[in-house]
């Protein structure tokens, strides 16, 4: 009746009231319920280096020569005769004035002259190092065409990894994921601690099934933080650098605890160019990780990069890193000249890619927020 009063009873408006306040709750938690949660790990590459695998009896006669012998082999190449050396040598020896060390340092020739080796390995004659004849090695089917070197983890062959044979009997750079090549070991403690950490983060409706997944490579801000005795710090928080030059975006399966990544991509992370090119980069990259039961993450990555570029971070730290730790620098030019095996310079022939495989280690890791970020980079008030 209009104008009537009806009064609700207490209890029947107490129901009503809890029935749409929890209507409500639900449907606000629908709205803002995302379409798919996803899980989210970050972690921070801790161990960064050439995929290794040295076997006994993969170079045939043995490895290539020290470098104390390796010049030696050098002098006769500049026509030093065999009395001229020795009596060099003996002079080396006894500790007097030799002068293999100067000779050594200007062993190329440039229209006759002396001239910086590292600068000019084209003009330093070819040592004719050894390379590896192994059919083992780590990496990844990059051409689609089958041969016989095959990957020791996943058995799968027509793995292209002719940085491997190339490099294989060189003395510093033999070793295995286990037992760390000594120029890798010397390199990356000189790089992780003058640039900017990478940081890796892999996303998936859930990590624990089957399915799926994301993984983002970037370069931090803050350098790798490292534990009293130079480990990689685990559960420390990095803020994301959006420079483009560092991000990479690659979608793969999810399979137990293995992540496969098959769709090639072009990869790159900026590095500290005192040590190494400014840039890490393969073209037609493949990469497969596994998520380990302490929590942290392995993986290889593979695939094309630019020969002449690795050589270059070689080239410039000149002799003093040629006699402690690489062997010939020049003849490491010639060894990745010779198996450069893609993108042929369309004037001379010559490959300027060889194709390659690193491998990686990273421990678990936090990313700081974007209002955190933003907030850190505000600018000064006036």
């Known amino acids: ?5 009806v009064r609700t009873p207490k209890s029947l408006f107490r129901t009503g009231l809890r029935a749409g306040f929890a209507v409500g709750v639900l449907m606000a938690g629908v709205a803002a319920a995302p379409a798919h949660a996803v899980e989210t790990r970050t972690f921070v590459i801790g161990w960064f280096s050439e995929a290794t695998y040295s076997q006994d009896n993969d170079c045939v006669g043995g490895i290539n020569p020290n ?26 020896l006894d500790g007097e004035n030799s002068p293999i060390r100067g000779l050594m340092t200007s062993r190329a020739r440039v229209d006759g002259k002396p ?105 931090a801000f803050e350098h790798l933080r490292s534990n009293a005795d130079g480990s990689p710090r685990a559960d420390a928080t990095y803020r994301i650098d959006p420079d483009p030059r560092s991000h990479n975006v690659l979608h793969g399966k999810l399979k137990g605890k293995e ?40 993986g290889i990555v593979g695939g094309y990069m630019p020969w002449s570029e690795f050589y270059l971070g070689l080239g410039t730290q000149g002799p003093g890193t040629e006699y ?34 690193y491998y990686l280690e990273a421990v678990p890791a936090f990313i700081a927020s974007e209002s955190a970020q933003a907030t850190q980079h505000a600018p000064a008030r006036e």
Request: hydrophobic fraction near 35%; glycine fraction near 6%.
């Open 1 to 5: 009746m209009i104008g009537k009063v």
């Open 67 to 92: 470098i104390d012998d390796q010049y030696l082999k050098n002098l006769a190449d500049l026509g030093y005769t065999p009395s001229q050396i020795e009596e060099m040598a003996k002079k080396e």
């Open 115 to 219: 001239a910086n080796p590292y600068a000019y390995p084209a003009f330093v004659v070819d040592p004719k190092l050894k390379s590896s004849t192994s059919n083992l090695a780590y990496g990844f089917d990059l051409d689609g065409k089958p041969g016989p070197v095959e990957d020791p983890q996943t058995r799968q062959k027509g793995i292209d990894n002719e940085f491997a044979r190339a490099l294989g009997c060189m003395r510093s750079f033999r070793g295995s994921l286990e037992s760390r090549p000594t120029y890798y070991a010397w390199a990356w403690g000189q790089l992780k601690d003058s640039m900017p950490a990478w940081v890796v983060t892999i996303s998936a409706e859930s990590l624990s099934k089957d399915g799926d997944v994301t993984v983002t490579f970037d370069r």
């Open 259 to 298: 992540l496969t990544f098959d769709t090639p991509v072009d990869f790159r992370l900026m590095q500290n160019p005192l040590m190494a090119p400014m840039e890490f980069k393969m073209t037609k990259a493949k990469l497969r990780l596994t998520l380990k039961d302490d929590g942290s993450i392995s």
């Open 324 to 357: 402690c730790i690489t062997g010939d620098i020049p003849g490491i030019y010639y060894l990745l000249k010779k198996f450069a095996d893609a993108d042929p310079d369309p004037k001379t022939g010559q490959n300027r890619a060889i194709s390659a495989a």
